[in-house]
């Protein structure tokens, strides 16, 4: 059955260092990936995703992400966090069984953002 | 153009009482999926409705039900609450019955006593 853990619950950091959020996941076939962030009071927003091609993909608010197949790892990115990326941030794999489709979330991670 | 819209707000039932949620797509989406997020948690997946035909479900029992109506929005039934029905129900609409074009609803709030 798929999976996908994010190990780091918290993190915080300063406003312009640099971020990483770890993402893992396990399935079978060629994974679609996702990162979602959701703010206190906002519901969830895409991010970013992964189908295929590029292992590198660029999403919105300058937030990246790099597909890692070897480490089954879907890592998040952003050279320089601002105060307004303080949220709560999901990974999430998409997987099929014939036409039908599932999304698996992790259990978050929650990025303080330090002034 | 309206987002997802998602009907009520909030809501406080009674444990054995049954209660049904409200979800309205963006214009255009016929796929509507269902969520619970229990509060700390990530959202779990329940179903997924795409042309009116159930095309993806999580593991939830058999007291969550779901339907999609002909204009495309959807409603998510649970009978018999228990009090770990406690959750942010989120509904997220998209335009195929996949998950990479989808946009989510503000949310229920379902809480049980």
């Known amino acids: 059955a798929q999976s996908v853990t994010q190990p780091d619950i918290h993190i915080t950091v300063s406003e312009g260092a640099s971020l990483e959020l770890r993402c893992n996941y396990s399935?079978?076939?060629?994974?679609?990936l996702f990162w979602y962030v959701q703010s206190p009071g906002q519901g969830l927003q895409l991010l970013l995703k992964?189908?295929?091609?590029?292992?590198l993909v660029q999403g919105i608010k300058g937030f990246e992400a790099e597909f890692k197949r070897s480490q089954s790892s879907f890592n998040l990115r952003k050279p320089s966090v601002h105060w307004s990326d303080a949220a709560e941030y999901f990974c999430?794999?998409?997987?099929?069984?014939?036409?039908?489709?599932?999304?698996?979330f992790g259990k978050g991670t929650l990025l303080t953002v330090n002034p | 153009d309206a987002g997802v819209t998602q009907s009520p707000t909030h809501l406080i039932k009674t444990r054995g009482q049954q209660v049904t949620l409200r979800c309205s797509p963006i214009?255009?989406?016929?796929?509507v999926s269902w969520y619970q997020q229990v509060l700390g948690q990530g959202p779990q997946f329940i179903f997924q409705y795409y042309e009116k035909e159930e095309r993806g479900r999580g593991n939830f029992p058999d007291r969550f039900s779901a339907r999609q109506f002909p204009n495309y929005s959807s409603e998510l039934n649970v009978n018999a609450l228990l009090l770990g029905d406690s959750a942010l129900y989120l509904c997220a609409s998209s335009l195929r019955n996949r998950f990479y074009e989808q946009y989510f609803g503000p949310g229920t709030r379902l809480t049980v006593t």
């Open positions: 999430a794999v998409e997987s099929s069984g014939g036409s039908n489709y599932k999304l698996t």
């Open positions: 992964y189908f295929s091609g590029d292992t």
């Open positions: 399935y079978g076939a060629t994974p679609y």
């Open positions: 214009s255009g989406h016929k796929s």
